[in-house]
């Protein structure tokens, strides 16, 4: 099966300005994850969706993080404007909700440098 | 209070030997506990999951939970080089989602 697809793979911004970060999930995943990864730290959830509906946006800092999943498949996820702390790899995640034992599989990331 | 808590390395073993990882967790709702392993560079992979209480065994790969401890570990028996790498740890919440602590980094010598 095909794994979860991110792009860009790399992207530099100056601070301010905005970027845009896209996903496709794994074929029939109904749950889409989000998450931050700063250098040295473990991944930070920032959205959770499932098919099209957000289950949880609770860490996602709404005053410049905007996340959608249209028709419940791909994603996308913006900053506007950015800010140096924002630098980060992010991370794009898709599983099922079926069994307990079936965690999440992540996408390559895309790696984001805000100077 | 952290909500997961690695011991945070860096820990180093020689090929051969046994690693183990530990991991608390406050959050006595987690129902499944996931370990992933991350090689520099690269995305979380999923290794190995546990949601009773007691052992699992996977290959050269052991986790085990306490519930009443709030405590998973990983074991990873005959260590080889390429284990190499950052180990995560994560319950599961309520809805499925993972917290992730900020792993041990692990170093095989050969």
């Known amino acids: 099966e095909a794994g979860v697809a991110q792009s860009p793979r790399y992207k530099i911004i100056e601070k301010r300005q905005s970027v845009a970060f896209w996903c496709n999930p794994i074929s029939g995943h109904a749950t889409l994850y989000w998450y931050q990864q700063i250098l040295g730290q473990g991944p930070k959830l920032l959205i959770q969706f499932q098919n099209n509906g957000v289950v949880d946006d609770s860490q996602l800092p709404k005053d410049r993080f905007s996340a959608e999943r249209l028709k419940g498949v791909d994603s996308t996820l913006k900053i506007q404007p950015a800010k140096l702390e924002d630098s980060a790899v992010y991370l794009c995640a898709s599983g099922t909700v079926k069994g307990q034992g079936n965690g999440y599989t992540f996408g390559s990331g895309t790696r984001l440098t805000v100077v | 209070q952290k909500e997961v808590e690695q011991n945070s390395g860096p820990l180093s073993v020689p090929e051969g030997a046994i690693a183990s990882l530990n991991c608390t967790y406050s959050?006595?709702?987690?129902?499944?506990f996931f370990w992933y392993r991350q090689y520099s560079g690269k995305s979380p992979e999923l290794i190995m999951f546990i949601y009773s209480n007691g052992d699992k065994e996977d290959g050269r790969f052991t986790a085990q939970l306490n519930k009443a401890s709030q405590y998973v570990s990983l074991l990873i028996r005959d260590s080889q080089p390429s284990d190499s790498a950052t180990y995560l740890c994560a319950p599961s919440g309520s809805a499925r989602q993972l917290t992730f602590g900020s792993g041990t980094q692990l170093t095989v010598l050969p």
């Open positions: 959050d006595r709702g987690s129902q499944s």
